[in-house]
């Protein structure tokens, strides 16, 4: 249980992220590192502000880590995103090597998952879920308004 605990209290923080995209107008998915049970980097989706397809929250996070450790390697990091990270994003998490990978709610379109697996190194600790509710909320209420206008 206490476990759990940690994991719901770092991904409440990549909520607070994905509420930084949506205040933004981007897709509402925030990212989170954390090395010995604190966070150092953040990171939020910012295709939209910034001109970039490339500018997604974990990818921002990754490099905000990097950057913080002074390595091009997270090995001793978790990542907690607030959804299944895309194909682009699993690359690089196993190009940092992040060893642990924790996700609240699975991207049915565009995760993945749906894609191969195996993307990440077989050594990657998964686990998703975590406030799954949460997580897939944010993202559902966003597309919805964006249908209706």
């Known amino acids: 249980m206490e476990t759990e605990n940690i994991h719901e209290k770092f991904m409440r ?3 607070l992220e994905a509420e930084k995209a949506l205040k933004n107008g981007e897709v509402p998915i925030g990212a989170v590192i954390v090395s010995n049970n604190r966070i150092i980097a953040r990171g939020y989706n910012q295709t939209e502000q910034l001109n970039d397809v490339t500018a997604h ?3 921002i996070a990754i490099t905000s880590a990097t950057n913080f450790l ?3 390697y997270l090995k001793n990091c978790s990542l907690y995103v ?3 990270p895309c194909v682009m994003c699993a690359g690089a998490i196993a190009w940092a090597q992040i060893p642990n990978l924790i996700f609240g709610a699975f991207d049915s379109k565009k995760g993945f998952y749906l894609f191969n697996k195996a ?3 077989s050594k990657v600790n998964i686990i998703n879920g975590i406030l799954k ?3 897939s909320k944010i ?3 966003f597309f919805e ?3 209706k206008n």
């Open 13 to 15: 923080q990549a909520l």
């Open 139 to 141: 993202i559902k209420d």
């Open 145 to 147: 308004k964006k249908r």
């Open 133 to 135: 509710n949460e997580c």
């Open 119 to 121: 993307i990440l190194n």
């Open 70 to 72: 002074g390595s091009k």
């Open 82 to 84: 607030t959804i299944e």
């Open 57 to 59: 929250a974990e990818i």
